[in-house]
Nanobody, 118 residues
Framework: QVQLVESGGGLVQAGGSLRLSCAVS????????MGWYRQAPGKQRELVAR???????NYADSVKGRFTISRDNAKNTVYLQMNSLKPEDTAVYYC????????????WGQGTQVTVSS
């Protein structure tokens, strides 16, 4: 059973930083693309950042230069370092795994709230 457990959300002032973590079990973590998505109230879930097994990354334009996604295959964990946070970054952040060994099925974490005050 694939499980994703996120941590690291919270309340921070604008300009501050947070680091989100997502620990994965039940999957061949190192081969799978991982991503962070977010969903603000009244809005659709959107991709924030993605990292593939080889380490290549891509980011939403709104977070380029401020957020960094990384992975530690030895710990089966993916991270999202968020710097220079803005009030518009406020959302529930979700970790995503696309499981190549299970036919590209998507798995999601439970979500972690990030709130940025102005």
């Amino acid at each position: 059973q694939v499980q994703l457990v996120e941590s690291g959300g919270g309340l921070v002032q604008a300009g501050g930083s947070l680091r989100l973590s997502c620990a994965v079990s039940g999957s061949d973590f190192k081969i799978n693309p991982m991503g962070w998505y977010r969903q603000a109230p009244g809005k659709q879930r959107e991709l924030v950042a993605r990292i593939i097994s080889g380490g290549s990354t891509n980011y939403a334009d709104s977070v380029k230069g401020r957020f960094t996604i990384s992975r530690d295959n030895a710990k089966n964990t993916v991270y999202l370092q968020m710097n220079s946070l803005k009030p518009e970054d406020t959302a529930v952040y979700y970790c995503n795994l696309r499981a190549l060994e299970y036919g590209l099925r998507d798995y999601w974490g439970q979500g972690t709230q990030v709130t940025v005050s102005s």
